[in-house]
């Protein structure tokens, strides 16, 4: 499994991003039965260019914490039959890994939500990466049942890796 980090805001945490979000991410993958080596590109980024980012992709004129840019339609959350049978789009011919997909994280909202909800900024982080890989797998919240499922599978995930409030 390949992580790129990309940060574009030059601010500096008291926990590597970059292992934290490989654990995030394996421990997600491990969770979801996923049978391949997998990268996933993540930019950590301001409120202006989310905001941007969500009106060009979106149509939603404001800034949110994370967005998520999949690589695979997933016909069903971590379905992963759709790639045996197209592996040529979405396994990245020069590393052999399945290209899941780009994760953005808006860095002033993510530490105030650490704030705001009362703990940590590892934790913050930990939790979007989660949610956002869930994404990228096929999963949404858009249903009280599917937002259900994945609170469920990001605080399980957060809770092995021993990622609390």
Not at 45 to 71: H, K, M, Q
Not at 124 to 140: K, N, Q, R, V
Request: charged share 25%.
């Amino acid at each position: 499994m390949t992580v790129f980090i990309e940060n574009e805001t030059g601010c500096e945490f008291p926990f590597s991003c970059q292992q934290v979000a490989e654990d995030v991410i394996c421990k997600v993958l491990e969770q979801e039965n996923c049978p391949y080596d997998a990268e996933v590109n993540i930019v950590l980024t301001g409120e202006y260019e989310i905001r941007e980012t969500n009106r060009n992709f979106r149509n939603i004129d404001s800034v949110t914490d994370v967005l998520s840019f999949p690589a695979i339609d997933f016909e069903a959350p971590a379905d992963y039959t759709i790639i045996g049978e197209r592996a040529d789009e979405f396994i990245n011919p020069d590393t052999d890994l399945l290209m899941l997909g780009d994760i953005m994280i808006c860095i002033p909202r993510m530490l105030l939500q650490a704030k705001e909800y009362g703990h940590g900024v590892r934790r913050e982080y930990a939790f979007l990466i989660a949610h956002s890989l869930l994404h990228l797998l096929g999963y949404d919240h858009m249903e009280a049942e599917d937002a259900a499922v994945m609170e469920q599978k990001q605080e399980q995930v957060l809770e092995q890796l021993n990622i609390t409030r």
